[in-house]
């Protein structure tokens, strides 16, 4: 059997009677509790609360959604303005988490929440849609086995389920460390496709701190539990990183082992990750300083700044850094004499490079050589 058919049929089961060996003691917000069904209460398999990072407004992807507890939670966190789309592969569990979202809806006063079908790390196919045609034309031989291989090819790029770059957080719980590892890669280039520019990933996930042996893996049990699946901790945000992240950050990391199993522990962590350095990089004379506390970092673009240090950057990493998880680490400093940028130059982002403050004072201040020269009387445009 295969690890995502063991997953299948161990959910299928759960979704129906409660199973304790899959629950984890998690402090959700005891707020957002008191409108959610029994049902969908007692049938919670996370292992961490990722909900509690949401704004209002947001539109929400959660991958592997099960009864619909996160949803739920997450459809009053984000408001009638935001939206929630939960996708799990599960019929039982989906069938819960539909059933249910009309109560949360009436309870709300509005309805913000859908669920849809579809494995995570293949987020385009729409299986709802795959199955009512495999209905109308079933498999019967290898040519209609092909056919329906076509098809569902075509049905991504069609009607993709998830659209390319529609959504503001893709958040999940418990769920990454379940897909097999031919897999896990494309998943993470799933999450990042799916996410808007400027996007997030909010995922809270179980970890080992050791790599998990061959012998655990081949245990569909252990698997289907979130035990064998789980990645190495520094491999979980290192994959998050070599798929195009930015700005990770460890939000909370169990001190107490969820399990133990032959010495390796696994635990929960949520992890944030954001998306958007990708793109062209030019000179508008703006700079940023590091504020410490550490000497010296590093970022995922390869900018290595040092504590104090004045240093030019580009236009694109100055508005990363004036936005989470960075605005609090920097001073900015805009040019006296703004770049349009039209007129803005490449900037070469592989060097780094002290922005001299002349350079920011620009040319009209080079000759001054008393304040009343330069000053305006007060209204903040000193150079
Ligand atoms: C451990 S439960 C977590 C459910 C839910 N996130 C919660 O907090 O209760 C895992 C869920 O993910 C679903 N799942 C596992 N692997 C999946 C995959 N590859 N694609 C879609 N859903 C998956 C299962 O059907 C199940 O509902």
Request: charged fraction near 30%; include cysteine.
């Amino acid at each position: 059997m295969s690890a995502e058919t063991a997953v299948k049929q161990r959910y299928s089961a759960a979704a129906t009677v409660p199973e304790q060996a899959l629950c984890c003691a998690i402090q959700y917000d005891s707020h957002y509790l008191k409108i959610l069904p029994e049902e969908v209460i007692r049938k919670d398999y996370g292992c961490g609360d990722p909900s509690r990072y949401l704004k209002s407004g947001e539109t929400v992807l959660d991958l592997g959604s099960g009864a619909g507890k996160i949803c739920f939670i997450a459809a009053q966190v984000v408001g009638p303005t935001g939206r929630v789309i939960g996708v799990d592969m599960t019929d039982a569990m989906l069938e819960v988490a539909r059933r249910n979202a009309p109560i949360v809806a009436e309870r709300l006063g509005y309805g913000n929440v859908e669920f849809r079908k579809a494995r995570i790390q293949d987020l385009a196919l729409d299986l709802d849609a795959l199955d009512s045609e495999l209905r109308k034309n079933p498999i019967a031989d290898a040519n209609a086995f092909l056919r329906a291989e076509e098809l569902a090819a075509d049905l991504r790029v069609r009607r993709p389920l998830i659209a390319t770059e529609s959504i503001d957080v893709v958040v999940s719980n418990c769920v990454l460390n379940l897909v097999e590892p031919s897999a896990k890669q494309q998943l993470f280039a799933e999450i990042f496709r799916v996410l808007k520019k400027g996007g997030r990933a909010v995922i809270s996930d179980i970890v080992s701190d050791e790599d998990v042996p061959e012998e655990l893996q081949a245990d569909d049990r252990l698997w289907s539990g979130c035990i064998s699946g789980a990645l190495r901790e520094d491999l979980f945000l290192r994959a998050f990183e070599q798929t195009g992240f930015y700005g990770l950050r460890l939000l909370k990391r169990d001190p107490r082992a969820w399990q133990t199993m032959q010495g390796i522990e696994f635990r929960s962590i949520t992890i944030e990750a954001f998306k958007g350095k990708q793109g062209e990089c030019w000179e508008r004379n703006q700079a940023v300083i590091y504020r410490g506390p550490f000497r010296e970092v590093l970022d995922d673009d390869g900018h290595r700044l040092r504590r104090g240090d004045r240093v030019a950057v580009c236009d694109k990493t100055f508005q990363l850094y004036r936005k989470a998880p960075y605005a609090e680490h920097f001073e900015f400093i805009e040019p006296n004499e703004p770049i349009r940028p039209e007129e803005a130059r490449p900037f070469d982002c592989s060097i780094v490079r002290i922005r001299h403050p002349r350079e920011t004072k620009g040319a009209a201040c080079h000759d001054a050589t008393n304040v009343s020269k330069c000053c305006d009387g007060g209204n903040g445009s000193c150079c």
